[in-house]
């Protein structure tokens, strides 16, 4: 047998990518006969999250963010995904555990769709608290809810550049300390590619030339890795002397004006024990001396690089503003911006509510996720135009975007919310004081429903919305501005699944998640809605049509049935393809409006004396349309 030597770094290397593919951070065991072959036969080849396994809700949420940053793309715009806060359960069950980690699993799905729908997604970035950690978090715990975590993102973020840092959470500091090497080799590792300014705790920077922006990223929680909550320092001088040296860094390049610098971190860097960070950050942007550890960085001559903002985690909201620097306990607002990434964790809203320092944390809405829908986890698409000179933040989920000038322009957000409803003016952002003007229109088929606008949390539609023209109209823009339009469908039937009841004779239009059986009882089935007992008037001769958005019959559990007035079954339960097989069976009709059509007559015989029926079919009840002798239009 041939012998061949190697080294300690390259087996490393080959054991890390490995783990990279799997999301795993377990320990690889080197064998003298097949080296790593064993965990190479462990990869899957297949993938956790599949594209055909994705809900339409994530898709169609993620495809209306994708819409968003195309509006605004120009040729110099950097586009980056930020997610924050996550907050897992994982294989911990305390009663949250479900709508936990179904929210964050559909965040990962998310951002793969994004990774392939976004016209260009330069880097990546996760803020930190990747896990619940609560006192009731070991570290096996933690490990589990990492490799899960992990794996979801490594998917979604396969090829491109990422940033992770380190949360509270995540040191384990309310059970116990994982310690560095932990955290290094779940967070800090993803930072490859980047300029390390410690592997070990993984701050770093990774330069986007052809952007000409710098991205920081921080380790804001590296005192709480060894020191937990009580931790004297977050930023260890050392780090702080890093920072301070790689603003220095860019600000002094040759071209540095065309430059921008964006910040990384879990904490924002006027919270608590991070504003030492904020303090060399406004020592930047103004060109002064910064102290470090009785070490003098001076800025002036080296700041030509423009600040961006200081993107970051943990106070789980929306909230944005300028960064703070601390003097003698008090806050002293300064020309930077910093910008809070929600939290994808279903629970927890705007649950960082507070002034320290007497800055204030909180964000004054909180937006509560709904279970099931594109609004159970949130997180930002971010647009940088330097030529603009402004951050768009479009919210993926529950939330509301943003609009950051980070010149002198002031501007406002413009979120429209509208269903089945197009607007003449696709825009934003309005800078302000200016006039705002749309025009909303129903799509064809339906009529407006309602609107509403509002500024600044000021509901202004009586004096800003015309009814009978449709149009919009603001003098000038003051705040943020969000318009809520709804149009509902124009229709010349009577959709009978609403006047459906129960055998108490209640009201019960339909129930997701089951189909009728083959003795007319409910039977759970996923994906498929039936409706109650929807009264009859006994006939044999009618035309029964089903339909509506994304419903659908012609496979197995679409079903329906007659039953007698004390609710019994009346024959037999009729599958979708038993329809049209003998005279003795309801016959097709064809109508390309419905998702089935069919006639019943005198040699039908169940219909005939029934009371009820009851139909099943795949889709949302909300969405199920069932017609007697109309047609549905």
Same mark, same amino acid.
């Given at each position: 047998?041939?012998?061949?030597?190697?080294?300690?770094?390259?087996?490393?290397?080959?054991?890390?990518?490995?783990?990279?593919?799997?999301?795993?951070?377990?320990?690889?065991?080197?064998?003298?006969?097949?080296?790593?072959?064993?965990?190479?036969?462990?990869?899957?080849?297949?993938?956790?999250?599949?594209?055909?396994?994705?809900?339409?809700?994530?898709?169609?949420?993620?495809?209306?963010?994708?819409?968003?940053?195309?509006?605004?793309?120009?040729?110099?715009?950097?586009?980056?995904?930020?997610?924050?806060?996550?907050?897992?359960?994982?294989?911990?069950?305390?009663?949250?555990?479900?709508?936990?980690?179904?929210?964050?699993?559909?965040?990962?799905?998310?951002?793969?769709?994004?990774?392939?729908?976004?016209?260009?997604?330069?880097?990546?970035?996760?803020?930190?608290?990747?896990?619940?950690?609560?006192?009731?978090?070991?570290?096996?715990?933690?490990?589990?809810?990492?490799?899960?975590?992990?794996?979801?993102?490594?998917?979604?973020?396969?090829?491109?550049?990422?940033?992770?840092?380190?949360?509270?959470?995540?040191?384990?500091?309310?059970?116990? =300390?994982? *310690? !560095?090497?932990?955290?290094? &080799?779940?967070?800090?590792? @993803?930072?490859? #590619?980047? $300029?390390?300014?410690?592997?070990?705790?993984?701050?770093?920077?990774?330069?986007?030339?052809?952007?000409?922006?710098?991205?920081?990223?921080?380790?804001?929680?590296?005192?709480?890795?060894?020191?937990?909550?009580?931790?004297?320092?977050?930023?260890?001088?050392?780090?702080?002397?890093?920072?301070?040296?790689?603003?220095?860094?860019?600000?002094?390049?040759?071209?540095?004006?065309?430059?921008?610098?964006?910040?990384?971190?879990?904490?924002?860097?006027? =919270?608590? *024990? !991070?504003?030492?960070?904020? &303090?060399?950050?406004?020592? @930047?942007?103004? #060109?002064? $001396?910064?102290?470090?550890?009785?070490?003098?960085?001076?800025?002036?001559?080296?700041?030509?690089?423009?600040?961006?903002?200081?993107?970051?985690?943990?106070?789980?909201?929306?909230?944005?503003?300028?960064?703070?620097?601390?003097?003698?306990?008090?806050?002293?607002?300064?020309?930077?911006?910093?910008?809070?990434?929600?939290?994808?964790?279903?629970?927890?809203?705007?649950?960082?509510?507070?002034?320290?320092?007497?800055?204030?944390?909180?964000?004054?809405?909180?937006?509560?996720?709904?279970?099931?829908?594109?609004?159970?986890?949130?997180?930002?698409?971010? $647009?940088?135009?330097?030529?603009?000179?402004?951050?768009?933040?479009?919210?993926?989920?529950?939330?509301?975007?943003?609009?950051?000038?980070?010149?002198?322009?002031?501007?406002?957000?413009?979120?429209?919310?509208?269903?089945?409803?197009?607007?003449?003016?696709?825009?934003?952002?309005?800078?302000?004081?200016?006039?705002?003007?749309?025009?909303?229109?129903?799509?064809?088929?339906?009529?407006?429903?309602?609107?509403?606008?509002?500024?600044?949390?000021?509901?202004?539609?009586?004096?800003?919305?015309?009814?009978?023209?449709?149009?919009?109209?603001?003098?000038? $823009?003051?705040?943020?501005?969000?318009?809520?339009?709804?149009?509902?469908?124009?229709?010349?039937?009577?959709?009978?699944?609403?006047?459906?009841?129960?055998?108490?004779?209640?009201?019960?239009?339909?129930?997701?998640?089951?189909?009728?059986?083959?003795?007319?009882?409910?039977?759970?089935?996923?994906?498929?809605?039936?409706?109650?007992?929807?009264?009859?008037?006994?006939?044999?001769?009618?035309?029964?049509?089903?339909?509506?958005?994304?419903?659908?019959?012609?496979?197995?559990?679409?079903?329906?049935?007659?039953?007698?007035?004390?609710?019994?079954?009346?024959?037999?339960?009729?599958?979708?393809?038993?329809?049209?097989?003998?005279?003795?069976?309801?016959?097709?009709?064809?109508?390309?409006?419905?998702?089935?059509?069919?006639?019943?007559?005198?040699?039908?015989?169940?219909?005939?004396?029934?009371?009820?029926?009851?139909?099943?079919?795949?889709?949302?009840?909300?969405?199920?349309?069932?017609?007697?002798?109309?047609?549905?239009?």
């Amino acid at each position: 047998m041939s012998e061949y030597l190697t080294n300690g770094a390259a087996l490393t290397h080959t054991a890390d990518r490995i783990r990279a593919k799997t999301g795993s951070a377990a320990k690889l065991t080197w064998d003298d006969t097949k080296g790593f072959g064993d965990a190479v036969d462990a990869i899957s080849a297949k993938e956790s999250i599949q594209h055909a396994e994705i809900p339409d809700y994530v898709k169609a949420e993620a495809l209306s963010v994708t819409e968003k940053v195309r509006r605004v793309l120009k040729d110099d715009s950097i586009v980056f995904a930020a997610v924050s806060d996550f907050h897992h359960a994982g294989p911990q069950t305390d009663g949250w555990q479900t709508n936990i980690n179904a929210g964050n699993l559909h965040a990962c799905m998310a951002l793969k769709v994004l990774a392939y729908s976004l016209p260009r997604l330069d880097f990546a970035c996760m803020l930190g608290d990747v896990t619940f950690g609560n006192a009731k978090t070991t570290t096996e715990l933690m490990q589990a809810q990492f490799d899960e975590i992990n794996g979801w993102l490594g998917e979604a973020w396969r090829d491109v550049p990422q940033f992770r840092t380190v949360g509270n959470h995540d040191t384990g500091e309310y059970s116990t =300390l994982v *310690g !560095a090497a932990f955290l290094k &080799n779940n967070i800090g590792k @993803y930072n490859e #590619g980047a $300029v390390y300014g410690s592997a070990e705790y993984g701050y770093c920077y990774r330069d986007f030339p052809d952007r000409k922006l710098r991205v920081i990223c921080l380790n804001a929680c590296e005192g709480e890795t060894t020191g937990g909550a009580s931790a004297p320092k977050i930023f260890s001088d050392a780090q702080l002397m890093w920072f301070a040296e790689t603003l220095s860094d860019v600000g002094g390049k040759a071209d540095a004006a065309k430059w921008g610098i964006l910040v990384l971190a879990h904490y924002p860097l006027d =919270l608590g *024990g !991070a504003y030492p960070a904020g &303090n060399i950050v406004k020592a @930047y942007v103004n #060109g002064e $001396v910064a102290v470090v550890g009785g070490e003098r960085i001076n800025f002036q001559g080296k700041n030509a690089a423009k600040f961006v903002a200081n993107v970051h985690g943990h106070n789980h909201c929306f909230q944005f503003g300028k960064l703070h620097s601390v003097e003698n306990g008090k806050g002293t607002q300064f020309d930077a911006w910093r910008m809070c990434t929600p939290n994808a964790c279903f629970y927890r809203n705007n649950s960082g509510v507070v002034t320290m320092y007497g800055i204030p944390f909180g964000d004054p809405a909180a937006y509560d996720k709904t279970a099931g829908t594109g609004k159970d986890t949130a997180f930002n698409i971010n $647009v940088i135009n330097p030529s603009e000179q402004v951050i768009y933040s479009f919210c993926y989920g529950a939330g509301t975007d943003r609009t950051i000038g980070y010149a002198a322009t002031v501007y406002h957000s413009i979120t429209n919310t509208l269903t089945h409803v197009t607007t003449s003016n696709d825009a934003v952002a309005a800078e302000d004081g200016t006039e705002y003007t749309a025009a909303l229109s129903a799509v064809s088929g339906y009529t407006m429903e309602t609107v509403s606008v509002t500024m600044g949390g000021v509901d202004i539609t009586a004096s800003a919305y015309t009814e009978s023209s449709g149009v919009i109209r603001i003098a000038k $823009v003051t705040g943020d501005v969000v318009i809520t339009a709804k149009a509902t469908k124009v229709v010349s039937y009577h959709n009978l699944v609403p006047i459906a009841v129960d055998t108490s004779g209640a009201s019960a239009p339909y129930t997701d998640g089951q189909m009728l059986s083959s003795s007319g009882v409910l039977s759970a089935y996923s994906h498929f809605t039936t409706t109650g007992f929807i009264p009859f008037d006994g006939g044999a001769v009618h035309i029964y049509r089903i339909g509506g958005d994304g419903i659908a019959w012609n496979e197995y559990g679409a079903r329906l049935a007659w039953y007698n007035a004390d609710f019994s079954l009346k024959g037999n339960v009729l599958g979708y393809n038993q329809l049209g097989n003998s005279i003795y069976f309801p016959t097709k009709v064809e109508d390309p409006n419905a998702a089935a059509a069919f006639s019943t007559d005198e040699n039908v015989a169940p219909p005939k004396g029934a009371k009820y029926f009851r139909v099943s079919a795949k889709g949302k009840g909300a969405d199920l349309i069932v017609t007697l002798d109309e047609e549905i239009t």
